[in-house]
Nanobody, 121 residues
Framework: QVQLVESGGGLVQPGGLLRLSCAAS????????MAWYRQAPGKQRELVAGITSGGSTNYADSVKGRFTISRDNAKNTVYLQMNSLKAEDTAVYYC???????????????WGQGTQVTVSS
């Protein structure tokens, strides 16, 4: 089995910053893409940012220039640096990873439990 554990959420004022981390552990052979999603109350879950195992990244238009996704392959960890936060960034943020487990021939998408980010004065 594989577990994704997020950390770093919290309450921050508009214009502030936060750094989210997500560490994958368990019976991991390889991790392909990793990503951050978010879900605000009453809205669908949306992709915030993604990163391939080679380091290529993509971002939602709403966060371009403010958020940066990165990963440490040696630690099976993905990060999301969030700067210039806005009230509309308030949501539960979920980590996602495309993982091949030991002995498996294909990957499977795993999700973290989510971490709350609240941007408010």
């Amino acid at each position: 089995q594989v577990q994704l554990v997020e950390s770093g959420g919290g309450l921050v004022q508009p214009g502030g910053l936060l750094r989210l981390s997500c560490a994958a552990s368990g019976s991991i052979s390889r991790i392909f893409g990793m990503a951050w999603y978010r879900q605000a109350p009453g809205k669908q879950r949306e992709l915030v940012a993604g990163i391939t195992s080679g380091g290529s990244t993509n971002y939602a238009d709403s966060v371009k220039g403010r958020f940066t996704i990165s990963r440490d392959n040696a630690k099976n960890t993905v990060y999301l640096q969030m700067n210039s936060l806005k009230a509309e960034d308030t949501a539960v943020y979920y980590c996602n990873a495309d993982v091949v487990t030991m002995g498996a021939s294909w990957s499977y998408a795993y999700w973290g439990q989510g971490t709350q980010v609240t941007v408010s004065s």
